[in-house]
């Protein structure tokens, strides 16, 4: 069974940085990805960011284009969002998800998901 331990986590003025972990426990196989998703408070989850395990292919929603960037450690088994000038409209609980899914933008595509770790950017 995998499982999906997220970190990183906190408080954060307008403009700064944040890193966020995802390290990965058990056996993964073939066209495995990982996915961050993040749900505002009275919003829907919605995507962020995804990479494929192997290849390393990136996807990114719009609104952090430019900002966010996603990577791994295939050593570690750990998955990283870096994330630079956050904006108040960033808050939120950030998860990381993992799966086989073709459509990384879609949460029913991933099967594991983590706990959830609170982003806060103040203004």
């Known amino acids: 069974q995998v499982q999906l331990g997220e970190s990183g986590g906190g408080l954060v003025e307008a403009g700064g940085s944040l890193r966020l972990s995802c390290a990965v426990s058990g056996r993964t196989f073939g066209n495995y990805a990982m996915g961050w998703f993040r749900q505002a408070p009275g919003k829907e989850r919605e995507f962020v960011s995804a990479?494929?395990?192997?290849?390393?292919?990136?996807y990114y929603a719009d609104s952090v284009k430019g900002r966010f960037t996603i990577s791994r450690d295939n050593a570690r088994r750990t998955v990283y969002l870096q994330m630079n000038n956050l904006k108040p409209e960033d808050t939120g609980v950030y998860y990381c998800a993992g799966g086989y899914g073709s459509n990384l933008y879609r949460e029913n595509e991933y099967n594991y998901w983590g706990q959830g770790t609170l982003v806060t950017v103040s203004s």
């Open positions: 990479i494929r395990w192997s290849g390393g292919i990136t």
